[in-house]
């Protein structure tokens, strides 16, 4: 996908806030240091759009970015970071399901995990409430230059065999933009979807 523009359209801080929804949009979600925002910018091909940082646990709103004037993009709060407030830690789930469950224009979630670390109890649980509302989800393995081949080819496929069989699972590098056509395609059918029905 050619991207002529791509800008930070605003921020949400508390359940229901944010930029109005306008345009089809996609989410990234994941632990907290997983790579969400160094995935956003390799995709976009605009470094620095999203911020990252090698503190875990640094952003704590959902950060909205419209791209091409056409779909947004929105980069979510990381999660399991042992940093910050309890109540700075426990705001993130009505903030994160509330947009989840609530936002009339999202048309898909991206789950970012550790290949090292595979599934764990919380990507379990984000998966099942995706499905639970009703939203398509893909696994998707960062950092893969980290991993030589054979050891990931390995991890993708237990990663597949962990999950529903409709949620596609891929492998990703922001270092090396590996994964970004595979990422591309299934980010454009969610787009071409139809509007969820809440
Ligand atoms: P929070 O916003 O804190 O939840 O983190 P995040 O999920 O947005 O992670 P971020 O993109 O800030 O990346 C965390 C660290 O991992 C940074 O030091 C990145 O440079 C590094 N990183 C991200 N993607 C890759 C990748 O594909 N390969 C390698 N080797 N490092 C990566
Ligand atoms: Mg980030």
């Given at each position: 996908?050619?991207?002529?523009?791509?800008?930070?359209?605003?921020?949400?801080?508390?359940?229901?806030?944010?930029?109005?929804?306008?345009?089809?949009?996609?989410?990234?979600?994941?632990?907290?240091?997983?790579?969400?925002?160094?995935?956003?910018?390799?995709?976009?091909?605009?470094?620095?759009?999203?911020?990252?940082?090698?503190?875990?646990?640094?952003?704590?709103?959902?950060?909205?970015?419209?791209?091409?004037?056409?779909?947004?993009?929105?980069?979510?709060?990381?999660?399991?970071?042992?940093?910050?407030?309890?109540?700075?830690?426990?705001?993130?789930?009505?903030?994160?399901?509330?947009?989840?469950?609530?936002?009339?224009?999202?048309?898909?979630?991206?789950?970012?995990?550790?290949?090292?670390?595979?599934?764990?109890?919380?990507?379990?649980?984000?998966?099942?409430?995706?499905?639970?509302?009703?939203?398509?989800?893909?696994?998707?393995?960062?950092?893969?230059?980290?991993?030589?081949?054979?050891?990931?080819?390995?991890?993708?496929?237990?990663?597949?065999?962990?999950?529903?069989?409709?949620?596609?699972?891929?492998?990703?590098s922001?270092r090396t933009?590996e994964?970004?056509?595979?990422?591309?395609?299934?980010?454009?059918?969610?787009?071409?979807?139809?509007?969820?029905?809440?």
């Open positions: 996908m050619k991207i002529t523009e791509a800008r930070f359209l605003g921020a949400s801080a508390s359940p229901g806030g944010g930029p109005p929804p306008r345009l089809p949009e996609v989410a990234v979600a994941g632990r907290s240091n997983v790579g969400k925002s160094s995935l956003l910018n390799a995709l976009l091909g605009r470094h620095g759009l999203a911020r990252t940082s090698s503190t875990p646990g640094r952003t704590r709103q959902l950060n909205f970015f419209v791209v091409n004037d056409r779909f947004v993009v929105v980069d979510l709060p990381g999660y399991g970071f042992a940093v910050g407030s309890a109540a700075e830690r426990k705001g993130w789930g009505p903030l994160v399901e509330g947009y989840l469950r609530q936002r009339p224009t999202l048309r898909g979630v991206a789950l970012l995990v550790d290949l090292r670390r595979g599934l764990e109890e919380e990507e379990g649980e984000l998966l099942a409430f995706l499905a639970h509302v009703g939203l398509p989800a893909a696994v998707v393995a960062t950092k893969v230059d980290k991993l030589a081949r054979g050891v990931r080819g390995r991890a993708l496929s237990a990663l597949q065999a962990a999950v529903d069989p409709a949620v596609p699972v891929l492998g990703f922001a933009g994964g970004r056509e595979g990422l591309w395609r299934v980010v454009r059918a969610w787009l071409d979807a139809p509007e969820r029905r809440l």
